[in-house]
């Protein structure tokens, strides 16, 4: 990759982050007891991302912190309207997040999010009929 092509490649990353910020302040997203959602779009781990954040009671400990929404990934080639609908899905996926935190069943978060793939594979391992009916 020639210096060039570099700053070219920079350019357009700079592009998307602001083309992004610019639709993201058109949007509103206000929940309720969280107050509203606050987007950012920056370069990092490869690549160009969008993501949430909102201010809401840590459901551990209660005290109000600033949560995250998981980061979604951009392509310089996105137009506007596919940004939005990512802001869209990042809302909605986040909603369902925050569900699975708030919903209980016998005082436990039994569809909580924040289980680990490999805690479930092992759970599935010693039923047999994990997840089934009967």
């Not at 357009?12 to 950012?40: C, H, M, Q, V």
């Not at 925050?98 to 978060?109: D, I």
Request: hydrophobic share 35%; glycine share 8%.
């Amino acid at each position: 990759m020639t210096e060039s092509d570099l700053l070219d490649e920079v350019a357009k990353d700079k592009r998307l982050i602001e083309r992004t910020l610019d639709l993201a302040d058109e949007i509103d997203f206000n929940p309720g007891d969280s107050g509203p959602y606050d987007f950012e779009a920056r370069k990092a781990h490869g690549g160009i991302f969008v993501q949430g954040n909102y201010f809401e009671p840590d459901i551990y400990s209660g005290k109000i912190v600033k949560q995250y929404t998981r980061k979604w990934l951009l392509s310089p080639e996105m137009t506007d309207s596919e940004i939005v609908s990512t802001i869209f899905k990042l809302c909605i996926t986040s909603m369902e997040h925050r569900t699975r935190e708030w919903f209980m069943y016998k005082r436990k978060r039994i569809f909580g999010p924040h289980f680990d793939v490999e805690d479930l594979v092992k759970l599935c391992d010693t039923r047999e009929n994990a997840g089934g009916r009967g």
